[in-house]
């Protein structure tokens, strides 16, 4: 997929690096495809954080953070990233429905650092866009 990318832009690098014990050496790659087609998709990043809702009370095993989105539009999702470093437990992110289904995007009930990874769907999927409220 051609994204677009403009005069003067900055590419930064964001390595996330997990204690190893001693000093490593780290040597990134990055592969860059150029096409004199333009982009014909302009895909987002669409970030769901409750950060403010992170007031953990000590010794509470079982605290619960959820946050929600209205699609405004109909939307191809390509990849989902789930992200909660050391405090993650059981993540779960779920799809609601107009005519009121739900359906799991991801769960992983027993989280893992190490899974924190982006998971691309194999085929992108369409999520509709929620009706207008009256």
């Known amino acids: 997929m051609a994204l677009r990318l403009d005069k003067d832009t900055d590419l930064v690098l964001n390595t996330h690096l997990q204690p190893w014990g001693k000093p490593e050496t780290i040597q990134p790659t990055l592969g860059l495809y150029f096409t004199d087609k333009p982009a014909t998709l302009h895909p987002i990043l669409l ?7 992170l007031d953990i009370p000590a010794g509470d095993k079982r605290f ?3 946050d929600e989105f209205t699609l405004p539009v109909d939307v191809d999702v390509l990849a989902i990233y789930p992200h909660a470093h050391y405090l993650g437990k059981d993540l779960r992110a779920i799809a609601k429905f107009p005519d009121g289904r739900s359906e799991t995007l991801i769960h992983i009930p027993d989280w893992n650092l190490n899974w924190q990874a982006v998971y691309r769907y194999a085929q992108p999927f369409r999520l509709p866009k929620a009706p207008r409220s009256r």
């Open 47 to 53: 970030q769901l954080e409750n950060d403010r809702m």
């Open 64 to 66: 619960v953070v959820t």
